[in-house]
């Protein structure tokens, strides 16, 4: 390491130009905050490879659906809507529902809207119109209103709840505006009926980016909190005001590197790395801390500021390097994962951790040449002490058994919760009871439960929608999907067709189906054309659109329900030249996203422990070595498996990418030990003795560490929101399970297999690399 004591002793010798060109490089980086800017697009949060997401992009790109609102007027006082007051209202929000900006017009759908039509008989004449062109305002005309309603199976119950105390009208609109800025415009538009004697409430997809914004600004309210709980535990812990504000001033300066380097870089703000900065301030704190440690101790052994800065950065430098390379690397490989705001936020950590570690390299030192060294000290015993005191009895009594029993039964008992994992569940449980979009949610679903959709596409040559088979098939496969429980109810081209029969042959034996003749079909099509069919058909006639209304988003009910349309498919082929696109709409997309991203979570941590393993064991030149280091990672994460289990928390995206990250921040514990058990082990040349002694420093300095971190992340588990909890309980629960399995399982393994590690060449004296250090600072 000779070079690197070159290095370090220039870095001292020329402390001031290196704050000089580190302040200078901060304003280049940190010019990239005024490119930096936010997107929380759910598109972000899709899986870009997944067929669903394909679909459902070429489904809403032509008929549109995924950013439809459901508006439900309800009357206050409990009655049913069927009254002339409640009738105009509905007929007032369809049309003002129709001037919105970005709106598809012909997929506003209510009892007023001019792409609901009404088709009868009229002296042996089929005639298509308004389903209610004009507000009824008699009984007479309000009781023939409602049996027009009744009478056509696609709009009964859609229009009006089965209970007939809600009237709801659909509104759709093209990709274009951020979906809550829809959900602000439309609470905007109906603001002024709720005074009217009913309840207007909202739902759709919409109103949950909305609940999404709020949750990203809570969690920028609680950067502030959790910077001063970290600074605060590191000022318990070093008992200095250096202690606190150079790992602080790192951690703060790590942030503002990766938040210019997003912004030079076009890394957006979105909804998941909204939280880096947390992290980043956490573990950027956790490196200095770690660096800060050793310098207290070359402080009192050598009693001169510049020899420490140099010995403890030589020292633990190659330390540093390999605990954040690890990390950043482990977290870049996020970016890999073919989520865009999960590479968003695998990248940003990757770049506040490299960053934390140029600064530990570079700026630390220097700066910590032209101060003082620190005149209070941590103390060397406390309950800190005699804890690591009695982890060094348990480690060293009979060989660490106690430790691998007690391993084992924690083990054993994570494999009994990871049999209880709950896998998925509904969206909604992310959102508050308390907010908007769950009170709105649950205010709708106590009159209709089919606010989630399955689209269904059937694509063919021009013309082929007009075509019996394609008509018959599709209608088969809606009485298919109608047998699963989960769905409410659908709709379809096959529907419109249907009703065109009904009405030419009221009086056949099953005159609600698709009928058999071409000819009339074609006729009865021609005949009945309106502007409801673009709701589900193209102009070309190639495609229909078939639309499943379902009770809920829950994976676990959506898988089975494609599955079981896709076995239907397989044995009922679609006929030729007609292909059968499954499946679009939210429930599919939220089980892509399931699917993909959380065993795509499970599959990335495999991928970040090989990362850990290979930069371990290259850097400490031994592949054993590294297996040591990815041993508690792998404890840790398997025991919060089990946590979830026994918790009842759900694994999916978010728990998933919860445990990633901590697996990512766990190394750091193991590689700081190693290091120092290894150096001690040579200094003293006796096992127990480094092992205490590696525990007083190493040990202490994790501890410190781990306790800043978990510290920090629990300011959030205060939340009314599931994700921030999820980070606040999880993230403390892996830093604890992280730290106690590196200060115990740890060196029980090292210590009875005696890797060659441990034993390898001797560094350099720190007295050798203090001599060489720079006369000390007036």
Known sequence: MRWLERYVRWLVGH??????????????????????????????????????????????????????????????????????????????????????????????????????????????????????????????????????????????????????????????????????????????????????????????????????LGQSALMARRIPITFLVIALMLLLSFRNLQGMLIPMLTATLSCVWALGLMGHTGIVIDSWNVATPILLIAVAAAHSAQMLKRYVEEVRRLGDNRAAVVASTVVMGPVMIAAGVTAALGFASLALFGVRSIANLGLSCAYGIGSAVLLEMTFIPALRAVLPAPRRQPADGGPTQRLLSLLGDVVLARRGRA??????????????????????????????????????????????????????????????????????????????????????????????????????????????????????????????????????????????????????????????????????????????????????????????????????????????LAVIYAVSSLIMRSPAVGAYVVVPIVVTVFLLFGSLGWTGTRLDMGSATVIAMAAGIGADYAIYFLFRLREERRRLGDDAAAVRATLATSGRAILFVAASIGAGFAVIAFSPYLGMRLFGTLMPAAMALASLASLTLLPVLVLRRQPRFLAGEAAAPASEVAASAPARAS
């Open 403 to 608: 430790v691998l029993i007690a391993t084992g039964l924690a083990l054993a008992l994570g494999a009994a919760g990871a049999t209880r994992i709950r896998t998925f569940g509904p969206t909604r449980e992310y959102v508050p009871a308390d907010s908007d979009a769950r009170l709105h949610l649950d205010a709708i679903e106590r009159h209709f439960q089919g606010t989630v959709t399955m689209t269904v596409l059937y694509a063919g040559e021009p013309g082929s929608a007009k075509t019996v088979p394609f008509l018959q098939h599709m209608a088969a496969l809606q009485a298919e999907l109608e047998r699963d429980q989960l769905v409410l109810r659908t709709s379809s081209l096959a529907d419109l067709a249907k009703i065109l029969h009904r009405t030419f042959a009221s009086e056949a034996p099953d005159p609600y189906r698709v009928p058999d003749d071409q000819e009339l079909l074609a006729q009865l099509l021609f005949l009945g054309d309106s502007p409801a069919f673009e709701r589900f058909t193209d102009r070309a006639q190639s495609e229909g659109l078939l639309v499943a209304y379902l009770r809920d988003d829950d994976s676990a009910r959506v898988g089975p329900l494609v599955r079981r349309a896709e076995r239907w498919l397989a044995a009922n082929p679609p006929p030729a030249g007609v292909r059968v696109e499954l499946a679009g709409g939210m429930g599919p997309i939220v089980l892509a996203i399931n699917e993909h991203t959380t065993w795509g979570k499970i599959l990335n941590m495999i991928v970040v």
């Open 15 to 212: 402390a001031w130009v290196v704050l000089l060109a580190v302040a200078v490089a901060t304003a280049g980086v940190a010019s990239g905050l005024r490119q930096l800017r936010t997107d929380f697009s759910f598109e972000a949060s899709l899986p870009e490879g997944h067929p669903y997401v394909a679909i459902d992009k070429q489904i809403r790109s032509e008929f549109g659906g995924r950013r439809t609102m459901i508006v439900a007027v309800v009357p206050r006082d409990g009655g049913e809507i069927w009254r002339p007051e409640v009738l105009e209202i509905v007929r007032e929000v369809t049309l003002d529902a129709l001037r919105l900006p970005d709106v598809m017009s012909h997929a506003v759908v209510s009892l007023a809207a001019p792409s609901v039509r009404h088709v009868e008989d009229r002296d042996g004449e089929i005639r298509v119109d308004y389903l209610m062109r004009d507000v009824p305002r008699t009984p007479e005309a309000i009781a023939a209103l409602r049996a027009r309603l009744e009478s056509d199976p696609q709009l009964r119950g859609l229009l009006v709840t089965p209970d007939q105390r809600a009237a709801l009208v659909f509104v759709d609109f093209w990709d274009g505006p951020p979906a809550w800025e829809l959900a602000d415009r439309v609470d905007a538009m109906v603001e002024r009926h709720r005074g009217r004697g009913v309840d207007v409430w909202l739902t759709g997809e919409p109103m949950f980016a909305r609940s999404d």
